[in-house]
């Protein structure tokens, strides 16, 4: 009798690295355009260029960090205890119930974050720090080029909100420091170079603390 033993190969793919990378490489393409034509009269060539980079590091840069916390529950799920180097069994087991009702109940990216740490009785990252201050802004400011709505300069609303929260906080894009006339600080003073690193830091920062408190490897490549 001759007995035929079958395997099965499974292959699952992740996304939140490519993302994260994406963000930074497009972040470098908006600071080599900045850098070579910052002296140039506005419009510069590739002003909008600039601007399209920019714009979307920031979308990459935030898919990235929600992409990556969604990789840590599967990797519980999946049972790939490697992952988690600071957690037992039971901890990683725990995790992985946790996810169905992190999914069911369709909790947004801060919160996901703050389960998995609650749950396993790991220290928080607290609301206000920088740190997790700047993950939320960057969501915010994803979640405003995603629904963009055009505001009157007298009418601001959620433009101005988002600008109180966020100027300072990077360079602003360097081209438009030579346009004429009047511009509003979003979009063309905000998107730029530094608005595109900083949200690859804050990305990169957030995601990092949480799987340092939560005892698990990084999912995103170094930034």
Known sequence: ??????ITIRVKSGLAGLLFSEAKRLASMSQHIEDAESQLEWP???????LGHAAASVTLAAAALEAAVN???LRAVDQSFSAFPKLNRAEVRLLAELWEVVESSRAQTIKKHELALAALNKPEISRGT???QDAASLLELR???????PEWEDELDRHRKVEGRLRGKFAEN??????TGRMLWFPGRCLGAGCAI????????????FVESLGATSVLPPF
């Open 198 to 209: 900083w949200a690859v830091q804050s990305a990169s920062r957030y995601h990092e603390e």
């Open 130 to 132: 920088s740190v997790s």
């Open 1 to 6: 009798m001759h007995l035929t033993e079958s």
């Open 44 to 50: 510069q060539p590739q002003n909008d260029a600039n």
């Open 174 to 179: 360097q081209l438009s420091a030579r346009a």
């Open 143 to 149: 979640d405003l080029l995603m629904h963009f709505k």
């Open 71 to 73: 990789e840590v529950y």
